[in-house]
């Protein structure tokens, strides 16, 4: 796909949005049930079921998904999906190209080992290397737009207002 196809294909889109900007508000969801054996979870998302379990440093078996991989699995898919389509829109030919996501986990947080320490990444860092004959002035556009329109990374960056609730079946 070419830049001018990317418009092409995403301008009947945008005008919608710009027309009627209820209609790009869209809920995606996940479902998981813990009816699985062992400490697990099943994921649905009604495109793909994934079986999610404890960190072997938490005493997990390492067979299951980790949530916080999945968190990285989710920002590299997108700023790698974004950086395409960034690359593509501003004529950036990719010869190739990596996302790399990594994050620092202390688990005495999440083990309740010490309530001093943080539940959660202290620090989330987002890598890409790309292997093209643009030049550097382009390449920083290319960063700072993936960086701009990535939604995973934008969400994890601003922290949206997030809401929980418990109620009997």
């Known amino acids: 796909m070419d830049a001018a196809e990317l418009r092409q294909m995403q301008a009947p889109i945008k005008e919608r949005y710009k027309t009627d900007p209820t209609a790009a508000m869209i809920t995606l969801k996940a479902k998981g049930s813990t009816d699985s ?7 649905e998302t009604g495109r793909a079921i994934a079986m999610a379990g404890l960190h072997p440093a938490t005493g997990g078996s390492g067979l299951e998904l980790c949530s916080g991989d999945m968190l990285l699995e ?13 690359a593509t829109a501003i004529e950036v030919p990719l010869k190739t190209g990596n996302v790399y996501a990594e994050g620092d986990l202390d688990f005495r947080g999440t083990l309740g080992v010490d309530k001093e320490t943080p539940v959660g990444f202290a ?12 030049p550097q002035d382009k390449l920083d556009l290319l960063l700072k ?19 929980v609730s418990m109620q009997r079946m």
């Open 123 to 134: 620090e989330i860092r987002l890598r890409f290397e790309v292997d093209t004959p643009a």
């Open 74 to 86: 989710a920002l590299v898919a997108c700023a790698g999906v974004t950086l395409k389509s960034v």
């Open 145 to 163: 737009l993936t960086e701009r329109y990535c939604v995973v990374y934008q969400t994890i960056k601003n922290g949206p207002k997030v809401s």
């Open 37 to 43: 054996e062992g400490i697990a979870c099943k994921v």
